[in-house]
């Protein structure tokens, strides 16, 4: 039988599982595998949405922002008229210190049917574009 070829590239035949410790497998949190399995994931198919999502989640958590932005970059262009993708690329930008383009970001969430007030009003993510007077003028527009 042919050998299957494992993500790292190794080769090994049918019915061989790869070595891995139970020990290791505890020592990995549920993010860490996440972010691992997810991104294995996105490599095999980059318009996974289901995964993307969660993915994006899971770097921001982990304080990795450039890649969750990344992430919630190619979700916009994946649904570009969905708000969530739109709120949650404001919340990459705006943790940044972006924002003029969490603001633009924010107002096409806004434009599409965000409705999360409090939880805007609220978020953590946004403080920095909070503290823009913008912010409450684009509230009250909506």
């Known amino acids: ?18 070595e891995v410790t139970t020990r290791a ?8 595998f996440e972010l691992d399995f997810l991104g294995r994931v996105l490599e ?19 304080g990795q922002y450039t ?8 979700l916009v262009r994946l649904l570009p008229e969905r ?8 919340c990459s930008y705006a943790v ?4 003029d383009p969490a603001l ?3 107002q096409r969430a806004l434009e599409l049917g965000y409705r999360h007030y409090r939880h805007l009003l609220r978020d953590p993510d946004l403080a920095a574009v909070r503290r823009d007077p ?9």
């Open 96 to 99: 940044l210190g972006m924002i």
């Open 25 to 32: 497998l505890r020592e990995q949190s549920q993010r860490d």
């Open 1 to 18: 039988m042919a050998p299957f070829e494992n993500m790292s590239g190794e080769s090994r035949q049918e019915g061989q599982v790869p």
């Open 44 to 62: 095999r198919d980059p318009t996974h949405v289901g995964a993307l999502r969660a993915h994006a989640g899971n770097l921001a958590a982990t």
């Open 104 to 106: 633009a970001a924010l």
């Open 83 to 90: 708000p969530i993708p739109w709120y949650n690329l404001a």
């Open 134 to 142: 913008r912010f409450a003028r684009l509230v009250r527009r909506f």
């Open 67 to 74: 890649r969750a932005l990344q992430a919630d970059r190619r």
